[in-house]
């Protein structure tokens, strides 16, 4: 009934604006300059800080990388990564403003994207929604982002992706590339051009394969994908569908600590290939008592071999994979000349396994396995499987000198998760890039439904020339609704604490943002903003697997929210153009989740509210050309993020975390970037550099400091014609990494830790090569 609802509330919309004009006539966009030399548009519109990154950018990155590490060169983001590329998605992370990944919003074309966290319940991450070669371009809104913005969890800032629509013109885009690691990547795509037997349609098919090596340890990470789209003009508007399918495998690299990294070196992975030494720990942990679980092999002794003092110090292996289709259908149009709207319908069905080999559950401990044939070892999965259906529409009525905007998101999603456990025998571990089949024990399975409605209303209103006003309001209501299937390794007995069940809701109908631009001139420009949000509770309510703890928290918590206010001034020049911009935050009921073990463990984190966060800080952006070829972007942050609260038990009587004045996790003070280009139409370079200041990775601040770390990154091609037989012909080098930094990247992996030095930490990747040919038949 509800999909019905949605595929009829589009198609009725899409109906009657089509219905609506007689003429089949409308004025040709023309194609974005690709010519354009600014690579970074760091002078945005409106009242809050954005940037916008054009497709440009992308192609002077190394081949394969991800849309999400082109805005690590923009003020006041925090990327971080663990191989050369920003692709391994379980070490990925991005931050802004003291704000983590898990608090922004992301969409592609407006389609919501979530969080894109490792473990997204709702959407999926941007390497896999699209190709990076068919990325048009990237807007990064830092603050609470745009009211329009389809997200809940955009109380940081927004990043709203841009896909490369079909061409007018016919061609063929070709690209291959070879690197370290046994890098393989081939991409192609093919534009029709404008079909004029059906009305100036347009179409075009893309695929790639992209295929690597781990830089350590044993395993490669491939990805298939393929993106299919159309443009076709109908009446006074253009209809548009996109289509995109992606198979992920990708093996994982092993979780570190400080102390390990001291102990057993930078390239320290999982065990694999050597599947018996991975059983040998295991019998030996078993035979010491470090695991609960039956002997099977006493002769394997009580003493860790080598430099290896826990059974947490490497497991054999570990993987993702990812299934996904997405389609998106949409139509934007003008009902009259002041008059406009845009509507679209989207689908995404997601089926997925992240896989860890663990010692801490044995098929013997449920008496299942034949000693001496079946290994005390077995695949840990969690298992995913999403289906999403949503829609979203905005109409703009021009009116003397206002421009009112209004719109919807809705979304249905049905969600399944569950951990489950699969044998293997000594002989031979099953295969990681593959789906594991036939579990022997399903830990806990819940079902989702997760209902969200959106809406939005501002106003744009020109008090003069050079002033402009503009305020409006969202609303939010999100219902999350569970039900436990499996609860300790068993079906819960009904109206038990294990039978877990229940709604729990996120709302908030009148969150408001208002906000001034002023002209000084045509060279300067004044902006400021206020802006309220929320952050819709995700699934960390359920995550105790009880309903007494459940009904506590939806009790006693409420969902994140934040107060942003920030302003600051642009300026541009005949080469010069830049910003200045202060904000501050205050962040209320911020949602701690406090890692309980190593992750691979699974044990539930326990959430706590611990008040509130006030951050505030300054940025300062700049791009200046020194001539045609030559041109120099930077940028410079300091952010200061604290908790305000200590964490208090459910009485508000003892203090259990003392976090009050504590600088925000992953929260970097000083954030440095530069980049130098050069091109002369046939020649062209890029050199990148980013410094990192140091982080702390405990809430306490106590024992988890991590080093400051600076990266530099050159790229260089030359554009070659070969003739009228072949034609012009591209070819570019990409070294990461150039100075070989070792570093500590990515933090909190498997969370973050009230104190101490965790296993939650990504090195980040070596010095690395990659060599790309790009040819564009015509």
Excluded: C
């Amino acid at each position: 009934m509800k999909k019905t609802l949605y595929y009829g509330t589009f198609l009725a919309g899409l109906l009657f604006t089509t219905s609506a004009f007689a003429d089949d006539i409308i004025p040709q966009q023309k194609q974005q300059d690709n010519n354009d030399a600014e690579q970074v548009v760091v002078v945005g519109k409106g009242i809050r800080q954005t940037q916008t990154l054009k497709i440009d950018t992308l192609k002077l990155q190394s081949a394969g990388t991800s849309p999400i590490k082109l805005v690590e060169r923009l003020p006041g983001v925090n990327f971080t990564g663990a191989d050369a590329f920003g692709a391994y998605e379980w070490a990925v992370r991005i931050s802004v403003r003291g704000f983590a990944q898990q608090q922004m919003g992301f969409t592609l074309d407006g389609v919501p994207l979530g969080d894109m966290s490792y473990g997204n319940f709702n959407g999926l991450h941007i390497s896999r929604a699209l190709i990076s070669e068919n990325l048009a371009e990237v807007k990064m809104s830092q603050g609470a982002g745009l009211l329009s913005t389809n997200s809940t969890s955009n109380l940081g800032g927004t990043l709203q992706f841009a896909s490369k629509q079909a061409q007018e013109e016919k061609g063929l885009d070709t690209a291959i590339s070879f690197g370290s690691d046994t890098l393989f990547r081939a991409y192609g795509r093919y534009d029709t051009g404008s079909i004029e037997g059906f009305g100036r349609l347009r179409l075009y098919a893309s695929a790639m394969h992209n295929e690597v090596e781990k830089w350590k340890g044993d395993g490669k990470q491939i990805q298939n994908q393929a993106n299919v789209g159309f443009v076709w003009p109908i009446a006074d508007g253009e209809f548009t569908g996109l289509y995109s399918i992606s198979k992920r495998r990708e093996a994982d690299y092993q979780d570190l600590s400080k102390e390990m990294i001291n102990r057993l070196g930078y390239d320290w992975d999982n065990f694999a290939p050597d599947w018996q030494l991975a059983q040998r720990v295991a019998d030996i942990a078993i035979n010491r008592g470090d695991i609960s679980a039956p002997i099977t092999n006493a002769a394997a002794g009580t003493v860790y071999p080598g430099k290896i003092l826990t059974v947490d110090d490497a497991y054999f292996d570990a993987a993702g994979l990812r299934n996904d289709e997405l389609t998106r259908l949409g139509y934007k149009g003008n009902f009259n000349d002041n008059l406009s709207f845009d509507i679209a319908l989207y689908n995404h069905n997601q089926k997925g396994q992240g896989l860890w080999f663990t010692p801490y559950v044995s098929p013997f401990s449920f008496g299942q396995g034949v000693a001496g044939v079946t290994s005390p070892v077995s695949v840990r999965t969690t298992e995913y499987d999403m289906s999403r259906l949503g829609s979203f529409a905005s109409v703009e009525y021009r009116i003397g000198n206002h421009a009112i905007e209004g719109g919807y998101w809705v979304e249905d999603n049905d969600f399944n998760q569950a951990r489950r456990f699969y044998a293997n025998t000594r002989a031979m571990p099953n295969d990681v890039m593959k789906f594991q089949k036939n579990p022997f024990a399903t830990q806990w399975e819940l079902n989702y439904n997760i209902n969200t409605q959106v809406y939005h209303l501002q106003d744009t209103w020109k008090l003069a020339e050079n002033l402009k006003l503009q305020y409006g309001f969202k609303s939010i209501h999100v219902d999350t609704r569970a039900k436990t299937i499996t609860n300790g390794f068993v079906t819960p007995v009904a109206g038990s604490d294990t039978d877990l069940k229940g709604t729990i809701v996120s709302k908030d109908n009148f969150l408001p943002q208002i906000g001034v631009t002023y002209d000084i001139n045509r060279n300067y420009q004044l902006f400021a903003g206020y802006t309220e949000n929320m952050r819709a509770f995700d699934l960390a309510p359920f995550s105790n697997l009880r309903q007494d703890a459940f009904n506590f928290i939806k009790t006693n918590v409420k969902p994140e929210s934040s107060n942003t206010t920030e302003g600051g001034l642009r300026f541009r020049g005949q080469n010069f153009q830049g910003v200045i911009a202060a904000y501050y935050v205050k962040f209320d009921n911020r949602l701690l989740s406090i890692a309980q073990g190593s992750g691979i463990q699974g044990n539930p984190s326990i959430i706590t509210n611990v008040g509130g966060v006030e951050t505030k800080g300054f940025e300062a952006a700049g791009q200046y050309k020194f001539n045609k070829e030559f041109s120099l972007y930077t940028s410079y942050s300091y952010n200061d993020s604290q908790y305000q609260d200590d964490v208090y038990d459910s009485k508000r009587i003892n203090i259990l975390q003392n976090t009050k004045g504590k600088t925000v996790v992953n929260a970097p003070k000083h954030l440095l970037k530069a980049n130098l280009n050069y091109d002369n139409g046939k020649y062209y370079a890029n050199l990148g550099a980013n410094y990192t200041s140091e982080r702390e990775s405990t809430y306490t601040n106590v024992g988890g400091r991590i080093d400051a770390f600076t990266t530099v990154d050159l790229g260089a091609g030359v554009r070659l014609d070969t003739g009228a037989q072949f034609g012009p012909v591209e070819i570019q080098l990409n070294i990461t990494n150039l100075l070989d930094e070792e570093y500590i990247s990515t933090i909190g992996t498997n969370g973050f830790s009230a104190a101490g030095d965790s296993q939650t930490y990504m090195v980040g990747a070596p010095r690395k090569f990659s060599l790309t040919l790009r040819k564009k038949f015509k």
